[in-house]
């Protein structure tokens, strides 16, 4: 029963931090934006805007709702909830820090640790795209048509490259369970030293799993209106934005447990601080990591323009994949000659 | 509470949804019913504790193939006049055909060991046993099915290029 407990208010505690970092996002992009543009960007609710994610959340809900006369309502109605549904889904694994020692009993701070981890993020992203396909369908519309093929034909095929990235990845750590994954990267011992590649392969792979500039084409305003979600208004329409931050923040925390130590950090050891506070700062630092990769997301978008829809495909099928592949072999040999069975 | 409820609740949403899939009058709909009875199978799959099969399951078949049949679907547009139609004889001959390939698949099952629908302690399924059991017990099968699905594939391919001589 208090186990029980215990994980409830865990899975209230990473729903609730997730929603939060998502919202703030939003004005973190904004702002930015500004920064990078030399603007000023959102100042007028609250010091420096500090309110503005409030006031564009109070704005999304009490826009008028307009459901299509032709669109197939139910599954009008159901794309956007399976997106953010998915998106807030894929939380449950992501080990937050180490873990409290209380009374003498140890509380990790992890939802749940299943035994096919990283799978299970996979299953749960592949499920989103039907959150896009089924929305653009039932809007009947072209354009939303249009962008819900280019962001399912996209995300299908970054998805490949991205799972061969992670398998190079359990090659090396021998393992499925991201708790397992981050704990071996103890100290300073990151997995980013041994699959450089898989790292570049993975995070673009991740830009295009989240729509993101440069690979934002599904909804690409200069062709196609506003893409998938063109025929959506209020918060139907404030659900496909929130599940894209979601996504974001999901995905900077996947790459940064699985690539940069999670909540391990460089002279963990030689601290001397007492394990629970090790571990809060571990949670602390895990966050930093985040937050940068958060602000990387960010500053691409800014910086590099989008692409054209070919260069996209060709980028995914005849660069990523084969360089994933190589990754496989590169990584297979390097296995072989650390066991010492590989002899020249 | 029964402990078998939860087995029983997933067969009766896989049957239904199975069902619809034949009878819903829209492609689209029939295409949602069969993801859905995916994952309803998926479910089973737990139940039994194979957690492993039960990811591959869902991104694959979820995930990859039915991804494509509603891609493809989205681009036809089904109509009730394009529909070609069949004649009686056509007809029974299906339902004749479905009907032998049920009664294979029920005797199939006859012979077959019987395990309980719902089991905590197996762990058959986890990803450390099946690895052992298809590099070691059935390697031969499973090198032979990996050169069937490249046959496969370089197939597709051929017949998928627009000119070939």
Redesign the interface.
């Known amino acids: 029963m208090e186990f029980f407990l215990i994980k409830l208010v865990l899975v209230l505690i990473v729903f609730l931090v997730s929603l939060g970092v998502a919202a703030y996002s939003t004005y973190a992009e904004r702002k930015i934006a500004a920064f990078l543009q030399d603007r000023v960007g959102p100042d007028r609710a609250g010091p420096f805007g500090i309110l503005q994610p409030l006031a564009d959340g109070l704005k999304m809900f009490m826009k008028e709702e307009i459901i299509p006369t032709h669109a ?1 309502k139910f ?1 009008f109605i159901l794309g956007p909830c399976i997106m953010m549904m998915t998106a807030s889904m894929t939380g449950v694994i992501i080990p937050w820090g180490h873990g409290l020692e209380i009374n003498g009993t140890f509380y990790p701070v992890q939802i749940t640790d ?3 981890g990283i ?2 993020v ?2 749960v ?3 989103g ?2 959150g896009i ?2 929305g653009g ?1 039932a809007s009947n519309n072209k354009y939303s ?1 249009m962008g ?2 280019r962001a ?2 996209q995300m ?1 095929s970054y ?1 490949l490259a991205m799972g061969m990235a992670i398998i190079a990845l359990i090659m090396t750590t021998g393992t ?1 369970s991201v708790r397992e994954i981050v704990e071996q990267q103890h100290g300073i011992h990151w997995n980013i030293f041994t699959q450089p590649l898989g790292v570049i392969i993975f995070i673009i792979c991740a830009f295009a799993e989240c729509n993101r500039t440069p690979f934002d084409l599904p909804e690409c305003e200069t062709e196609l209106v506003g893409g998938y979600h063109t025929e959506y208004s209020s918060m139907k329409l404030g659900f496909y934005l929130f599940a894209e931050y979601i996504n974001m923040f999901i995905s900077s925390a996947i790459i940064s447990s699985l690539y940069f130590g999670g909540y391990n950090f460089p002279f963990i050891d030689q601290l001397g601080l007492s394990p629970n506070m090790l571990s809060m700062l571990g949670t602390l630092i895990f966050f930093g990591k985040i937050f940068f990769f958060i602000f990387f997301f960010m500053w691409v978008r800014w910086t590099i323009p989008r692409f054209r829809y070919d260069q996209l495909m060709h980028l995914g099928w005849r660069v990523m994949i084969p360089l994933a592949i190589v990754n496989i072999l590169g990584t297979g040999l390097y296995v072989l000659f650390k066991n010492g069975q590989l002899h020249f | 509470m029964n402990p078998s409820l939860p087995f029983f609740v997933l067969a009766t949403l896989s049957v239904f949804s199975a069902l619809m899939v034949v009878l819903s009058r829209k492609p689209v709909h029939s295409v949602l019913y069969l993801i859905f009875c995916f994952f309803t199978i998926g479910g089973h799959y737990l139940l039994l504790n194979a957690q492993f099969l039960f990811a591959v399951h869902i991104i694959v078949y979820a995930g990859a193939i039915m991804v494509l049949f509603l891609f493809t679907l989205m681009f036809i547009n089904m109509n009730k006049e394009l529909e070609p139609h069949k004649s009686n004889l056509l007809k029974g001959a299906a339902t004749i055909a479905a009907g032998c390939l049920l009664l294979v698949l029920v005797a199939a099952t006859k012979g077959a060991e019987t395990l309980p629908a719902i089991s905590k302690t197996s762990d058959i399924g986890t990803v450390s046993n099946l690895g052992k059991a298809l590099y070691g017990q059935y390697l031969l099968p499973f090198e032979l099915i990996s050169i069937l699905l490249l046959t496969a594939m370089v197939g597709a391919v051929m017949l998928g290029k627009k000119d070939v001589e």
């Open positions: 197939d599954l299943i035994n096919i799978l299970y996979f299953g992203v592949s499920i795209v039907y396909m089924i369908w048509l819900a093929i399912s034909s299908i998805e499925l």
